[in-house]
């Protein structure tokens, strides 16, 4: 028998503990598969051309580099024309909204162009496609595109297009520039319809929109301008950027400060550069001269600055003209009117200088002169044949020079002052009355100080000469001015006011007669052998004056030299002053005034005594006349036939000159010639009246059987010219000493007592 206790039993319970983890279990995964259903994406398809650079649950979808999207799966899919990659695509399900007809789905990769570096991020997270969503009806495959599209209207900023003839260096993504510095992008470009122009679509940053003007003006600021000339090369690029990948800029002109907002409805044109966005406003010129113009590149030129340009030229069917289309700069909008002056400029070189040097690296140009600013509006016009002269309004003083001939002067000869340019010719033209020819003078600026009413102008064109045995005298105002011709000037007095706002002066042919001054006078003179305008008039070897003119009287007995005294003109314009003709003399006994074979004759004077009364009329003679009578011991010598006695011949005493012949008149009844001579003062006192006369003329000969031959003269000077001879006796025979006016006879020859006296006889003391 046991002494185990006895069990108890109870009925098996039909719950168990164990099944509470598969229940867990169970909720766990209903839960986590109600997440995934609430969390799953939206799927969708993309058309690609290729898969390169695309991988399945690795490429992502990216909007503004937050991740939406991933790629699921990638298939071959044969379309109509070819086959395409259709990437599935899981998109995040809160961006289904977004998932219309207009989003855009491109594949953004690493990209190095010289446009510039794009998609960089990529190096790291690897390539992923880029979306941009937009609206139209829902959508569930899309066509990729080949690059990323262009910025959306609907993006803050503005949104602009312009209009170009040509695309140029301009991409996607080349920037836009103000004042170098970038403010936007081009978004796209695009042939118009008619495939005539370029539309570029453009975006401007919406904090720059304001800089973009109703009158602002775009330019292609690709690449680099290069501007050369002699003065250097200059060049002009907006940015480094704008030289790689092409570029826009824009300015509104500071003459449009006011300009109005722009309405972006309106489109822009796009300027090919720079200088062709200045242009504005068309006038229309009339050539003669059309030598080197070029559509599109001949410049409008205002004192060196370009105001406008040539845009098109059309040349008429006779070849003989064109008209211009000029575009110019609204800033001289003002000055395009009646007076405004346009001519063409080309390179010149000639003995004047040379002009238009500019135009031998730029080409021709046109230049303008501006008309005056609120006279009547004008927009065509005929050009002008070569420059015009200087505008009088020009700073500056303006005179006018009259003249008889204008010599080799041409517009652009220098004017003179000293040796020193001081002005310039700016024209010159016939007088109404063609009788004269008148110059357009200009003086600068800094030397109108230097002309007033007293300036004496002549044309210093070429060399002066004078000369004589001593030298020659060569004189020119400049080496300009002998090539070119050339105006001088100088001014005597300092204080002579000019009478007009655009004074005249004469224009003097040379610099003598420019400044001669002094007393005009009249000299009568039986020939004018020699004689010329010019001939100088001289006291003892100084030159006092100048003949200026030579006319015949009008009996035309006489030569009338009318002169000009510069000097010691109150001596010699007096009565008693004489004036001769001094002329080379050549001979075996007496030569002189050898010089004037060179020079040519000229006029000596004497002058008369100050205190005797103005004269300006004489009489001149053909050689020096012998001093007053009261000077000498005038006589008359009487004679039967004046045989070769002239004026001029000596009066000989022992030999020895003492006095001359001043002339010779028949008698009052003609039968006897009457003698005047002249003896100097110092040897009045040798003539008494017992002194005897006789010619010296030539020789004499006595001849006898017993003495033979003996041959007689006086000297070898009276053998040649002639003369006359005298002697006093001593003693009572003396007689009384000779007054002026006495009249003694003259013999044929000496007797020969006469060739014995010799009387001691006091000499008068000469004067000081």
Known sequence: MSDLPKAKTRPASSWSAIWILPLIALLIGGWLAWQAYNEKGVEIEVVFETAEGIEVGKTAVMYKGMSIGTVRDLRLEQGAARQVIVAVLEMNKDVEGYLNRETRFWLVKPSVTLAGISGLETLVSGNYIGISPGGGEKARRFEALAAEPPISESRAGLHLTLKADRLGSLNRGSPVFYRQIQVGLVKDYVLTDDQSTVEVKIFINPEYAHLVRKHTRFWNASGITVDAGLSGVKFRAESLASVVTGGIAFATPEHRTDSPPTDPAFPFRLYEDFDAAQAGIKATVTLLDFDGLQSGRTPVMYKGMQVGMLKTLNVASDLARADAVLTIDPLIEDYLVEGTEFWVVKPSISLGGITGLEALVKGNYIAVRPGEKGSAPKRDFVARAKAPPLDVRAPGLHLVLTTDTLGSLDVGSPVLYRQVRVGSVQSYQFSQDQQQIVVGVHIEQPYTGLVNGSSRFWNASGISLSGGLSGIEVRSESLQSLLAGGIAFDTPESNAPLSKRIPRFALHKDRDSALSRGVDVEIRLERGDGLSPGTPIRYKGLEVGRVEAIDLSD???????????????????????????????????????????????????????????????????????????KDGLSLTLSAPRLGSIKAGNLVTYREVAVGRVTGYALGPNADRVLIKVLIEPRYAALVHTGSRFWETSGFGVDFSLLKGAKFRTDSLESLIEGGIAFATPDGEQMGKRAVHGQTFALFADAQEDWLHWAPKIALDKPAD
């Open 555 to 629: 009996d035309l007995q006489l030569v009338v030299l009318r002169a000009r005294i510069t000097a010691a003109q109150e001596h010699i314009t007096r009565a008693g002053t004489r004036f001769w003709v001094v002329r080379p003399e050549l001979g075996i006994v007496r030569t002189a005034n050898l010089d004037t074979l060179v020079t040519g004759p000229y006029l000596e004077v004497a002058p008369g005594k100050s205190e005797a009364p103005k004269q300006v009329r004489f009489v001149g003679a053909e050689r020096e006349p012998p001093a007053a009578s």
